[in-house]
């Protein structure tokens, strides 16, 4: 009877031993720092739920410090690239950036994460208060901080300005909603409640599904029988899949145009033929601009043929962490109130076209293009609509 | 109207499709397999893989099964075997099973989105409006699936020694019954069917690592409210669940469908209680 919790108690210390080993190990396997090198912190998705976008957000930060360090790098130093896992999970991007601010003493953070993660990360970079915090993904918009700049797609930047033009290209006022039931789909709602009316539009259904939603029969018979001419799927790819299989393996997509904001290549190659006719709106469609092009070509001269294909969510990184750079160099400092200062005056050319922070809302202004998905799964752009304000997202 | 009846018996059809599996190895062993999602999610890479073989997707109905039931067969002497008759235990233990095999297909088959293309693309018109012709068979399927397995259960040697190791395991044990490979048998073929439901679901949506958490959530409601592994149980639950949460979603809203389920789940818990 005694034995048993004695027994339990050597196996915990065995244990608690063990994994300090693997730790000591662990830690000393990480190679140690040039002296010279600025170090640099990035969070990426790269298990868990967003794991699919993962290895395109790390490579996406590992092509910017690589451009970075083949010209010279930052003030005379090369940058020190240090990604940690949010494993699409709060608590471990907040013990992540602890980790990156705290331990690592990185000069700036990153993070290409769920906004969930960034709130969980936002009190550990207001607790350390020395860096920069760059939020680097599509997102519900207006989250403001004086520490953090925002670059990504945001329901003002994707949605108003495909409604007026899908109205006069393709004829037809009538709009349908389908998304997630939280507050990215919630907030990109009340932006279409808003712009569609100003157009003259009607948005005739608007409709919540649960995260995973695996049938979609219920809204598809609604759609029948309300007949819209477009129906926005503000959904997580995996339901945005499921969705476009099945309302073509009825028959709708013949009647009723489809557009999603949230769907890169792997989630269009998962819809197969399902996927012909989709219209995205985003800020980056491999091989579809010139500037895409000879970002491809470099990325996969950089990176091997191997490297993860990239999209236009992974890519704000790449971007972000260029416009720090630059603002670094127009500051001559890598300190915080200086780059904050020095930030909005600087843009550049990258693979989606101009990009440039706003100084009052903090949020980047970039191009947006709406493709459209052929039968092979390859967008064509129909339109560009040029950098795409976000409008007032905070005030500074 | 049609078209709604259909579209019922469909979603009615896909939960009891989805959850027969976890009712069966729930039902003899006492086992609450959490990984069972995990399963099915394998069923679905089965139907990829025989995708990507140049297989028709069909195939997939025989090969998913088999495949997922031999990935039981391995697991079940270094896994299952400890966690008979353990319900806590069991729930703890599967569930560190699910993170495992989600992070192994996630290593095998990268954490992308995986197409299965419907095996049709027919559609039926029902009055004005069209209704996938792979749902309707997802009504048959169902109804073949349960006439199957309460067949075994209760028309063939193998079903009555099942049951008999379900009602008191010590005495069939007696009467020389081997315990052990009951409990591997129906641990296969209960996986087999999660398997089989994978290849199923698979077209409809896609495969992907993460995908079992959204099946396990309703399979296992609909196990609860069936009672222990009880198949006509479990087929009433799917019923009255399945039912609920698409008419709701017709009329109001697929997240009030969820709330709906959730709530009919705890009224018919509490009912059978009582009752």
Redesign the interface.
């Known amino acids: 009877m005694f034995k048993l919790p004695e027994r339990r108690f050597r196996l915990g210390g065995l244990m608690l031993a063990l994994s300090m080993a693997v730790a000591i190990v662990i830690g000393s396997a990480v190679p140690s720092s040039a002296a010279d090198a600025i170090k640099i912190g990035a969070l990426v998705q790269l298990s868990g739920g967003a794991a699919f976008l993962g290895p395109s957000e790390e490579a996406a930060y590992r092509m910017a410090v690589a451009e970075i360090n083949k010209s010279g790098g930052v003030l005379g130093k090369k940058l020190e690239l240090l990604i940690a896992d949010t494993a699409t999970d709060p608590a471990t991007a907040n013990a992540g950036a602890k980790r990156l601010l705290n331990q690592d003493h990185v000069s700036v953070l990153f993070a290409s994460s769920t906004s969930a993660s960034r709130e969980a990360v936002l009190p550990v970079v207001r607790q350390n208060g020395r860096t920069l915090f760059f939020y680097d993904a599509i997102y519900e918009g207006h989250a403001c901080d004086p520490s953090m700049f925002v670059m990504g797609e945001v329901p003002e930047t994707q949605i108003a300005p495909i409604v007026p033009y899908l109205q006069k290209s393709m004829g037809g006022k009538s709009w349908y909603f389908v998304g997630n039931d939280y507050n990215w789909p919630q907030n990109t709602a009340a932006i279409a409640e808003k712009v569609i009316p100003e157009h003259g539009g009607k948005l005739v259904g608007t409709k919540f599904v649960p995260i995973g939603t695996a049938d979609f029969s219920s809204i598809l018979q609604d759609i029948a029988s309300v007949k819209p001419n477009f129906v926005l799927l503000i959904m997580l790819p995996s339901d945005v899949v499921a969705f476009m299989k099945q309302f073509h393996n009825q028959g709708l997509d013949q009647s009723v145009t489809a557009i999603a904001t949230l769907v890169e290549q792997s989630a269009i190659a998962a819809m197969g033929p399902a996927a012909k006719g989709l219209l995205i709106p985003a800020g980056y469609f491999a091989d579809a601009t010139q500037s895409a092009k000879t970002f491809e070509a470099a990325y996969k001269a950089e990176l091997g043929g191997n490297a993860p294909a990239q999209n236009f969510i992974a890519l704000n990184g790449y971007d972000a962490l260029h416009l720090w750079v630059l603002a670094v160099q127009k500051a001559g400092s890598v300190d915080k109130d200086a780059v904050t200062k020095a930030l909005p005056e600087v843009a550049r050319d990258g693979p989606r076209g101009k990009v440039a922070y706003s100084a009052t809302t903090r949020h980047a202004t970039f191009p947006i293009y709406l493709a459209r998905i052929d039968e092979q799964g390859h967008p064509t752009i129909i339109e560009s609509f040029g950098p795409v304000d976000p409008g007032p997202q905070c005030k500074f | 109207m049609v078209?709604?009846i259909l579209?019922v018996l469909?979603?009615v059809s896909?939960l009891f499709i989805a959850a027969v599996g976890l009712a069966v190895i729930f039902g003899v062993m006492g086992v609450v397999n959490l990984a069972h999602g995990e399963f099915i999610m394998l069923g679905a890479y089965a139907s990829v893989i025989v995708v990507k073989l140049g297989l028709p997707v069909s195939v997939s109905l025989i090969v998913a099964p088999l495949a997922v039931g031999m990935i039981a067969l391995l697991l079940e002497p270094i896994f299952f075997r400890y966690l008979y008759g353990r319900v806590m235990e069991s729930i703890l233990a599967t569930w560190g099973l699910s993170i495992v095999l989600r992070?192994a297909a996630?290593l095998i088959f990268?954490?992308?989105?995986?197409?299965v293309?419907?095996p049709t693309?027919a559609?039926i018109t029902v009055l004005t409006?069209?209704?996938?012709f792979?749902?309707v068979l997802a009504i048959f399927l169902a109804l073949v699936i349960g006439l199957g397995v309460l067949w075994i259960e209760k028309r063939t040697n193998l079903g009555t020694t099942a049951r008999a190791v379900m009602s008191n395991a010590g005495l069939a044990s007696t009467l020389g019954v081997n315990i052990g490979r009951i409990y591997a048998g129906t641990l296969v073929f209960g996986a087999a069917l999660a398997g089989l439901a994978g290849a199923f679901?698979a077209?409809?949506?896609?495969a992907?690592?993460?995908?079992g958490?959204?099946?396990l959530t309703n399979s296992f409601f609909a196990v609860l409210v069936g009672g222990l592994g009880s198949l006509p149980g479990l087929a009433f639950a799917s019923g009255m669940l399945g039912s609920t949460q698409?008419i709701v979603?017709?009329f109001i809203?697929?997240?009030w469908?969820?709330v709906a389920l959730v709530i009919v789940a705890l009224i018919l818990v509490r009912w059978r209680g009582t009752a």
């Open positions: 078209l709604g579209n469909s979603a896909l992070q996630q990268g954490a992308g989105y995986q197409s293309p419907y693309d559609t409006t069209q209704i996938s792979y749902r679901l077209p409809l949506t896609s992907y690592p993460s995908m958490l959204s099946f698409q979603a017709i809203d697929p997240v469908g969820s």
